[in-house]
């Protein structure tokens, strides 16, 4: 166990709809990361949050948003779902930016 | 061409092997990562190195940074390390973020 929590574990929905995937990272962790499994790109970088403030971006679609709130939990945003969006969706917590990252057991998101 | 090539893509080993995975990359980092990922999919990380050689176990990973290579060593392998083993590299000119290898898929045989 990583210490760093995702829910829902798994996650089936629509095409056209909104869901919201949530991380708690390890405790002392101020930065969070989130990336996403799919099997025709594998694990690709989307976003960072350290302390609250977003850090640096990747291949994040603009139907994606993400924040890190005070207590440093952190959300992932998908609206507009397509059937392509379905992948696993991890997030991983480090004390700081550059220290060894954690990673949560994932968010399997299915869109039908 | 990706940024982090590893071979083999699929490994086949009998129990008791030793095993080596490999891990190459392009351009500068400042680290490297070795990740297990189980068939349910969690992520382990299982080493961040920066330079030389960390051992924790059975598992054994080197890096060399002149020659921009990384491997994995299993010694006395068990059927519970069949998982797929993935290089992540921080480089250089991406902050903290990591860059994904397509991972190796390891299965031991008992």
């Known amino acids: 166990d990583s210490g760093v929590t995702q829910t829902p574990k798994h996650l089936i929905t629509a095409t056209g709809q909104r869901v919201t995937l949530r991380c708690s990272p390890r405790s002392g962790d101020l930065s969070v990361y989130w990336y996403q499994q799919s099997l025709d790109q594998g694990l690709q970088f989307l976003i960072q949050y350290y302390n609250g403030e977003e850090r640096a971006k990747g291949n994040i679609l603009e139907r994606f948003s993400a924040q890190q709130f005070p207590d440093l939990h952190s959300e992932l945003n998908l609206s507009s779902l397509e059937l392509g969006d379905s992948a696993l969706y991890f997030c991983a917590s480090s004390l700081r930016p550059y220290n060894e990252q954690f990673f949560g057991p994932g968010t399997r998101l299915t869109v039908l | 061409k990706n940024e982090v090539e590893q071979s083999p893509q699929n490994l086949t080993a009998q129990e008791g092997e030793f095993i080596t995975i490999n891990c190459s990359y392009s351009v500068g980092i400042s680290a490297l990562h070795w990740l297990q990922q189980h068939p349910g999919g969690g992520i382990v990380s299982l080493f961040m190195?920066?330079?030389g050689k960390k051992k924790h176990g059975r598992l054994i990973a080197t890096i060399n940074i002149q020659e921009k290579h990384s491997s994995l060593h299993i010694t006395a392998s068990h059927p519970r390390d069949s998982a797929v083993y993935i290089c992540a590299v921080r480089l250089e000119t991406s902050g903290s973020r990591l860059t994904f290898g397509e991972g190796t898929q390891l299965t031991v045989n008992p």
């Open positions: 190195l920066s330079s």
